[in-house]
Nanobody
């Protein structure tokens, strides 16, 4: 049974930084893609970043390029999202997701497994 557990969310002032973690268990494939999405009340879930578990190739939403960095620790089966220069509009629940294959899929429907989410709040 696949389980994704996010941590690291919290309250931070604009311009600050946070690092989110996603610990994965039960993944039986060495390849595959891990990703982060965000969701705000009343809106659809949005793609933030994705990384391949094998090669570490990455893909980012335009809104976070240059500010957020996705990385993985294969030994720990953990994916991270380093968020710098945070803005109030980054406030959202952030979800970790996983899928088979090598495509850095930006669509929600492309992911089979999801975590419960962690709240990030950026104050102005």
């Amino acid at each position: 049974q696949v389980q994704l557990v996010e941590s690291g969310g919290g309250l931070v002032q604009a311009g600050g930084s946070l690092r989110l973690s996603c610990a994965a268990s039960g993944l039986t494939f060495s390849s595959g893609v891990m990703a982060w999405f965000l969701q705000t009340p009343g809106k659809e879930r949005e793609f933030v970043a994705a990384i391949t578990r094998s090669s570490g190739s990455t893909n980012y939403a335009d809104s976070v390029k240059g500010r957020f960095t996705i990385s993985r620790d294969s030994a720990k089966n953990t994916v991270y999202l380093q968020m710098n220069s945070l803005k109030p509009e980054d406030t959202a629940v952030y979800y970790c997701a996983a899928r088979y294959g090598h495509i850095l899929e930006p669509r929600v429907v492309g992911y089979s497994y999801w975590g419960q989410g962690t709240q990030v709040t950026v104050s102005s």
